[in-house]
C-alpha cells in the first residue's frame, strides 16, 4: 500500500503519527482486533496552456464535434519515432504550469501537478475515457510513468477548474491522451533501443473503405533494472475506427494495457538513505473502450447532436517492503500488500443550435456508475491487518455552454452544470472565458470558473482510515493574459497569471480516532510566460518558464514535489526537408520534498539538456538518434532517488 496520499504531501509533521495508528491496530488484533488562432479565442477560453513549436494535431474525443472549431487547444504530437522523449512524463516535461515528478528513474512513479493543485486534482482521458483509479491509495493520482509515449498521436493540457465540461474531479485540470489509432490510419513499425536497459518497439496499420476507416496499434517498452532499484514495463495494444454517413457519423477505440514496475517505496530515501533495500513492486491491466455517434460535418444547418459511451477496467497489485524507523519517522512505515479494482461506465448526449447567427448554444446530460473492490493488507509487527473494501459511486448531471461572438474576434463563452452524487446534494460549477482583441496583433483573455472533487473510494471507505462524511474538494480559480505577435508574426510572446483556492482538502487526524477529515486549504499563484519565435525557414525556438506559490494553511508550509520556478528551452533546426534536430534545456528550481531517513528537506535545484536527431534516408525509412541527461546532471526529484545519468538510444522507423 502507498502512504502517500494519507500523507497526501501537505502537512507531513502530522501525518508520522500513521504507523502509531497501525501499531495501535496491530496490538489490537494480537490482543484477542488537467497554435490556434489568437483572433478566435479558442485556445483562451479552453487554458489548454500547452506550448510547443511543433504542428498542431487536434483530435477531441470528449467535446462535440461543432464545438473542436470555438475550443481548438495547441496540441503536442508525440511520436515514438520522433526519438525526442523517453516517456511520457518527459514529452509533458517543460511546458507552463505542468510541474513533474519522476524520482528514481523509470519505474519510479510519475505525478504531474496542474499550477500547484494535486497530482489526483487532475482527470486523464485516454481517448475520452477517464482513467484515474480512485480505489488506491494515491487517492486517483494517476501514475504517467505506467505508459509510454509511443501509441498515442497527441497530448493535450487544458487548465484550470473545468468541471462545467468534463464533470467532477477536475479541480486542476485535464490532461488528453490521444491514441494513434484515432483519425487518418497509419502504417509504420518503429523499434528503438539504448542505455540503461531501454527497449521499445511500436508497430501500427490501417486500412480505409468508403466511409469506414480502421486502424490497430501494439506497443512494447521496457526501461530500467531492479539491480539498478528502478525498472518498468509496458504493453498495450489498440484498435479504432470511424465512420462517416449521409445521417451520422462515429468513432469506437478499444485499448488494452499492461504495466509493471519496481522502485525503491516513496518516503524511504531511495537507493541514497534506505534501510530496507528490497523495492516496491507494482503491476496492474487496464482496458477503456468509448463509442460515439455524432451530426456529419457537413452539416451547415439544424440542429447539431452528439452522444456517447465508454467504460474501462483497471486493475493495480501494489505490494510494499515499507520504511524502516528513522528520524523523519521513529515508528517507519509497515510492508503492505494493495490489491485493487475499478469498474466505471458512463454515457453522455448532447445538442446544439446557432442562435442568432453569432451564437451557438449546447446543452447536455450525462451520467456515470463506478465500483471500487480493494484487498489490503497491512503487515506490522507479524501481524497482518486486513483493510479491504468495496464501494459504488453513481452520477448524473447536466450542463449547458453558449458561445458568443459579439464582434470581430471577440468570444464570449460562459458555462455551468450541475451534478447529482450519490449520497451529496446537487453541486452547480460555473465558468465563464472571454477572449478580446486589444489591438493589432494584441489579445486580452481570461477565465474564472470552479470545480469539485469527489473524495475517494479509498478515503471514504478504507476500514482503517476512512470517512464517510468526507465533503467533495472544491476549488476557485482566476487566470488572466495577454498574447502578442510580433516580428511581422513570426514570434507570440504569451503572458498570464493564475490565482487558485483548493478549499475542504482531504488530510489525516491521528485521532483519536484515526481517520481522513477536510482540514487543508490549498493556495497557488503564480505566472507562466512563453515565447515562440520562428527565427527561419530552419530554425525556431520556444521559450517557457512558470513561477507558481504554492502553500498549504494555515501555516503557509510548502507542498512536497512542487518547485517555485521552472523553464526550458526547445530549438529545432532542420537544416533540410529530411534532416531534423531537436534540443531542450529543462531548468527545474529548489523542490520541498520528506523522507523517512531524513525528514523534511529542500532539494537543490538542477538543469538538464536532451538532444535528439532524425535522419530520413528515404521516403518511409528514417533513422532516429538522442542523448538523454546530455551532460551527466547529478540530481534529485525525490530524496535519495538519483535520476539516470547521460544515455545514448537510437532508433529505426518504417512507413507503409
Given at each position: 500500500?502507498?502512504?502517500?496520499?494519507l500523507?497526501?504531501?501537505?502537512?507531513?509533521c502530522?501525518?508520522?503519527?500513521?504507523?502509531?495508528?497501525?501499531l495501535?491496530?496491530?496490538?489490537?488484533?494480537?490482543?484477542?482486533?488537467?497554435?490556434?488562432?489568437?483572433?478566435?479565442?479558442?485556445?483562451?477560453?479552453?487554458?489548454?496552456?500547452?506550448?510547443?513549436?511543433?504542428?498542431?494535431?487536434?483530435?477531441?474525443?470528449v467535446?462535440?464535434?461543432w464545438?473542436?472549431?470555438t475550443?481548438?487547444?495547441t496540441?503536442?504530437p508525440?511520436?515514438?519515432?520522433?526519438g525526442m522523449?523517453?516517456?511520457?512524463?518527459?514529452?509533458?516535461r517543460?511546458l507552463?504550469?505542468?510541474?513533474?515528478g519522476?524520482?528514481?528513474?523509470?519505474?519510479?512513479?510519475?505525478s504531474?501537478?496542474?499550477?500547484g493543485?494535486e497530482?489526483?486534482?487532475t482527470v486523464?482521458?485516454?481517448?475520452?475515457?477517464?482513467?484515474?483509479?480512485?480505489?488506491?491509495?494515491?487517492?486517483?493520482?494517476?501514475?504517467?510513468?505506467?505508459?509510454?509515449?509511443?501509441?498515442?498521436s497527441?497530448v493535450?493540457v487544458?487548465?484550470?477548474?473545468?468541471?462545467?465540461?468534463?464533470?467532477?474531479d477536475?479541480l486542476?485540470g485535464?490532461?488528453?491522451?490521444?491514441?494513434d489509432?484515432?483519425?487518418?490510419?497509419?502504417?509504420?513499425?518503429?523499434v528503438?533501443?539504448g542505455?540503461?536497459?531501454?527497449a521499445?518497439?511500436?508497430?501500427?496499420?490501417?486500412?480505409?473503405?468508403?466511409?469506414?476507416?480502421?486502424a490497430?496499434?501494439?506497443?512494447?517498452?521496457?526501461?530500467?533494472?531492479?539491480?539498478?532499484?528502478?525498472?518498468?514495463?509496458?504493453e498495450?495494444?489498440?484498435?479504432?475506427?470511424?465512420w462517416?454517413?449521409?445521417?451520422?457519423?462515429?468513432?469506437?477505440?478499444?485499448r488494452?494495457?499492461?504495466q509493471?514496475s519496481?522502485?525503491?517505496?516513496?518516503d524511504?530515501?531511495?537507493?541514497q538513505?534506505?534501510?530496507l533495500?528490497?523495492?516496491?513492486?507494482?503491476?496492474?491491466d487496464?482496458?477503456?473502450a468509448?463509442?460515439?455517434?455524432?451530426?456529419?460535418?457537413t452539416?451547415?444547418?439544424?440542429?447539431?447532436?452528439?452522444?456517447r459511451?465508454w467504460g474501462?477496467?483497471?486493475?493495480?497489485?501494489?505490494?510494499s517492503?515499507?520504511?524502516?524507523?528513522?528520524?523523519g519517522?521513529?515508528?517507519?512505515?509497515?510492508?503492505?500488500?494493495?490489491?485493487?479494482?475499478?469498474k466505471?461506465a458512463?454515457?453522455?448526449?448532447?445538442?446544439?443550435a446557432?442562435i442568432?447567427?453569432?451564437?451557438?448554444?449546447?446543452?447536455?446530460?450525462?451520467?456515470?456508475?463506478?465500483?471500487?473492490?480493494?484487498?489490503a493488507?497491512?503487515l506490522y509487527g507479524?501481524?497482518?491487518i486486513?483493510?479491504?473494501?468495496k464501494?459504488?459511486?453513481?452520477?448524473?448531471?447536466?450542463?449547458?455552454?453558449?458561445?458568443?461572438?459579439?464582434?470581430?474576434?471577440?468570444?464570449?463563452?460562459?458555462?455551468?452544470?450541475v451534478?447529482?452524487?450519490?449520497?451529496?446534494?446537487?453541486?452547480?460549477?460555473?465558468r465563464?472565458?472571454v477572449?478580446?482583441?486589444?489591438?493589432?496583433?494584441?489579445?486580452?483573455?481570461m477565465?474564472?470558473?470552479?470545480?469539485?472533487?469527489?473524495?475517494?473510494?479509498?478515503a471514504?471507505s478504507?476500514p482503517l482510515?476512512g470517512?464517510?462524511?468526507?465533503?467533495?474538494?472544491?476549488?476557485?480559480?482566476?487566470?488572466?493574459?495577454?498574447e502578442?505577435?510580433?516580428?511581422?508574426?513570426r514570434?507570440?510572446?504569451?503572458?498570464?497569471?493564475?490565482?487558485?483556492?483548493?478549499?475542504?482538502?482531504?488530510?489525516?487526524?491521528?485521532?483519536p480516532?484515526?481517520?481522513?477529515?477536510?482540514r487543508?486549504?490549498?493556495?497557488?499563484?503564480?505566472?507562466?510566460a512563453?515565447?515562440?519565435l520562428?527565427?527561419?525557414?530552419?530554425l525556431?525556438?520556444?521559450f517557457?518558464?512558470?513561477?507558481?506559490?504554492v502553500?498549504?494553511?494555515p501555516?503557509?508550509?510548502?507542498?512536497?514535489?512542487?518547485?517555485?520556478?521552472?523553464?526550458?528551452?526547445?530549438v529545432r533546426w532542420?537544416?533540410?526537408r529530411?534532416?531534423?534536430?531537436?534540443?531542450a534545456?529543462?531548468?527545474?528550481?529548489?523542490?520541498f520534498?520528506?523522507?523517512?531517513?531524513?525528514?523534511?528537506?529542500?532539494?537543490?535545484?538542477?538543469?538538464?539538456?536532451?538532444?535528439?536527431?532524425?535522419?530520413?534516408?528515404?521516403?518511409?525509412?528514417?533513422?532516429?538518434?538522442a542523448?538523454?541527461?546530455?551532460?551527466?546532471?547529478?540530481?534529485?526529484?525525490a530524496v535519495?532517488?538519483?535520476?539516470?545519468?547521460?544515455?545514448?538510444?537510437?532508433?529505426?522507423?518504417?512507413?507503409?
Amino acid at each position: 500500500m502507498n502512504w502517500r496520499f494519507l500523507k497526501h504531501l501537505r502537512l507531513p509533521c502530522r501525518l508520522r503519527a500513521l504507523p502509531v495508528v497501525a501499531l495501535a491496530v496491530a496490538s489490537a488484533f494480537s490482543d484477542p482486533a488537467a497554435g490556434a488562432d489568437a483572433t478566435q479565442g479558442t485556445a483562451a477560453v479552453a487554458t489548454a496552456d500547452e506550448v510547443v513549436a511543433l504542428p498542431p494535431f487536434v483530435s477531441d474525443a470528449v467535446e462535440p464535434v461543432w464545438a473542436r472549431d470555438t475550443r481548438t487547444a495547441t496540441t503536442l504530437p508525440v511520436e515514438l519515432g520522433d526519438g525526442m522523449f523517453s516517456g511520457m512524463a518527459d514529452a509533458l516535461r517543460g511546458l507552463p504550469g505542468v510541474q513533474i515528478g519522476q524520482p528514481g528513474g523509470p519505474g519510479g512513479r510519475s505525478s504531474v501537478h496542474l499550477r500547484g493543485g494535486e497530482d489526483n486534482y487532475t482527470v486523464v482521458l485516454l481517448d475520452g475515457v477517464p482513467v484515474n483509479n480512485s480505489t488506491e491509495s494515491t487517492g486517483g493520482g494517476f501514475n504517467f510513468s505506467m505508459i509510454d509515449a509511443g501509441g498515442f498521436s497527441s497530448v493535450e493540457v487544458v487548465q484550470g477548474p473545468v468541471s462545467a465540461r468534463y464533470g467532477p474531479d477536475a479541480l486542476s485540470g485535464v490532461i488528453k491522451l490521444t491514441s494513434d489509432v484515432m483519425g487518418a490510419p497509419d502504417s509504420r513499425a518503429v523499434v528503438q533501443a539504448g542505455g540503461q536497459g531501454l527497449a521499445a518497439a511500436h508497430v501500427s496499420g490501417g486500412g480505409q473503405s468508403g466511409g469506414l476507416t480502421a486502424a490497430v496499434s501494439a506497443d512494447w517498452w521496457q526501461d530500467g533494472s531492479r539491480s539498478e532499484g528502478s525498472y518498468a514495463r509496458h504493453e498495450a495494444v489498440a484498435v479504432g475506427a470511424t465512420w462517416q454517413g449521409r445521417s451520422a457519423e462515429g468513432q469506437m477505440t478499444l485499448r488494452y494495457g499492461w504495466q509493471e514496475s519496481a522502485s525503491f517505496p516513496d518516503d524511504s530515501g531511495g537507493a541514497q538513505y534506505a534501510v530496507l533495500r528490497s523495492l516496491e513492486e507494482r503491476s496492474g491491466d487496464s482496458t477503456t473502450a468509448a463509442f460515439e455517434l455524432f451530426s456529419p460535418a457537413t452539416q451547415t444547418a439544424g440542429l447539431k447532436w452528439h452522444v456517447r459511451s465508454w467504460g474501462a477496467w483497471l486493475k493495480s497489485e501494489d505490494n510494499s517492503p515499507g520504511v524502516a524507523p528513522g528520524p523523519g519517522d521513529p515508528e517507519g512505515l509497515p510492508e503492505s500488500r494493495e490489491s485493487t479494482t475499478l469498474k466505471r461506465a458512463g454515457a453522455s448526449a448532447e445538442v446544439a443550435a446557432e442562435i442568432g447567427g453569432n451564437a451557438m448554444l449546447s446543452v447536455g446530460v450525462d451520467a456515470e456508475s463506478a465500483q471500487g473492490e480493494s484487498d489490503a493488507v497491512l503487515l506490522y509487527g507479524g501481524t497482518a491487518i486486513p483493510t479491504p473494501f468495496k464501494a459504488t459511486q453513481d452520477r448524473a448531471g447536466a450542463f449547458a455552454e453558449c458561445t458568443w461572438r459579439p464582434l470581430a474576434g471577440w468570444l464570449i463563452q460562459p458555462s455551468v452544470r450541475v451534478d447529482k452524487m450519490q449520497d451529496y446534494l446537487p453541486r452547480v460549477t460555473p465558468r465563464l472565458g472571454v477572449c478580446v482583441p486589444v489591438g493589432k496583433d494584441l489579445t486580452f483573455r481570461m477565465n474564472a470558473g470552479t470545480g469539485f472533487k469527489r473524495p475517494s473510494f479509498y478515503a471514504i471507505s478504507n476500514p482503517l482510515v476512512g470517512n464517510p462524511a468526507l465533503k467533495p474538494e472544491r476549488a476557485q480559480t482566476a487566470d488572466a493574459g495577454v498574447e502578442k505577435r510580433i516580428c511581422g508574426g513570426r514570434a507570440t510572446i504569451e503572458l498570464g497569471g493564475f490565482s487558485s483556492r483548493y478549499r475542504d482538502g482531504i488530510d489525516f487526524d491521528p485521532g483519536p480516532p484515526p481517520r481522513l477529515v477536510n482540514r487543508d486549504v490549498i493556495r497557488s499563484d503564480g505566472a507562466e510566460a512563453s515565447l515562440r519565435l520562428q527565427a527561419c525557414k530552419e530554425l525556431e525556438f520556444v521559450f517557457t518558464g512558470t513561477y507558481a506559490n504554492v502553500r498549504s494553511e494555515p501555516g503557509g508550509l510548502p507542498l512536497s514535489g512542487r518547485g517555485r520556478s521552472q523553464g526550458a528551452v526547445r530549438v529545432r533546426w532542420r537544416p533540410s526537408r529530411s534532416f531534423t534536430v531537436d534540443v531542450a534545456v529543462i531548468a527545474v528550481g529548489r523542490v520541498f520534498d520528506t523522507s523517512v531517513p531524513t525528514g523534511d528537506v529542500f532539494l537543490p535545484d538542477w538543469r538538464k539538456a536532451n538532444l535528439a536527431a532524425r535522419y530520413e534516408v528515404r521516403r518511409g525509412l528514417a533513422l532516429t538518434a538522442a542523448v538523454d541527461n546530455l551532460f551527466d546532471a547529478k540530481y534529485e526529484e525525490a530524496v535519495g532517488m538519483r535520476s539516470p545519468g547521460v544515455r545514448a538510444r537510437g532508433g529505426i522507423e518504417m512507413r507503409f
